[in-house]
Every structure is written in structure tokens, then in C-alpha cells.
């Protein structure tokens, strides 16, 4: 084995690690705790103060697949 197959050998090792990093990273983002978020006591300008109260709002596919950026859509919903 000569100092060529070692450079090799070093050399596949790094780009088989940062290709492996790259692909199998899966970073997972996490957003608030919305139970955090209420429990929190906020105040504006004003003075006044207030809570968040938190719903489920669950998006119908058709504004999520995109259509709402064509502006001859029309959705079956809308009034």
C-alpha cells in the first residue's frame, strides 16, 4: 500500500461523510408551545393587556396546493 491509495482512502472517507451528512440530517424545526404562548400575558401601546387563545384551523387543500395564486380561481366555498 503506497502514500497514493492512503490519499484515496482519506479522500473517500471525507466526501462518503459529508455526502452521509447531507443526506441522512433530517434537522427537525420546531415551532412555539402554544401552551407556552398562553400562558403568557402581553401588553400593547396602550397599556392593555391580553392573552392569546389558541384554535385549530385546518386548511382546505385547495388553498394549499397553490391555486390561490391563479387569479381566475374560484373556489366552490367563497360567496
Known amino acids: 500500500m503506497n502514500i497514493f491509495d492512503i490519499i484515496i482512502m482519506i479522500l473517500g ?12 440530517n433530517n434537522n427537525t424545526y420546531v415551532g ?4 407556552e404562548i398562553k400562558k403568557e400575558i ?10 392569546w387563545d ?6 382546505p387543500v385547495s388553498y394549499s396546493m ?5 387569479p ?3 373556489d366552490f366555498h367563497e360567496h
Open 13 to 24: 472517507l471525507i466526501i462518503g461523510l459529508l455526502i452521509g451528512y447531507f443526506i441522512f
Open 32 to 35: 412555539p408551545n402554544s401552551n
Open 42 to 51: 402581553y401588553e400593547n401601546d396602550d397599556g392593555q393587556k391580553y392573552k
Open 54 to 59: 389558541t384554535i385549530v384551523c385546518i386548511c
Open 66 to 70: 397553490g391555486k390561490l395564486k391563479d
Open 72 to 74: 381566475n380561481y374560484k
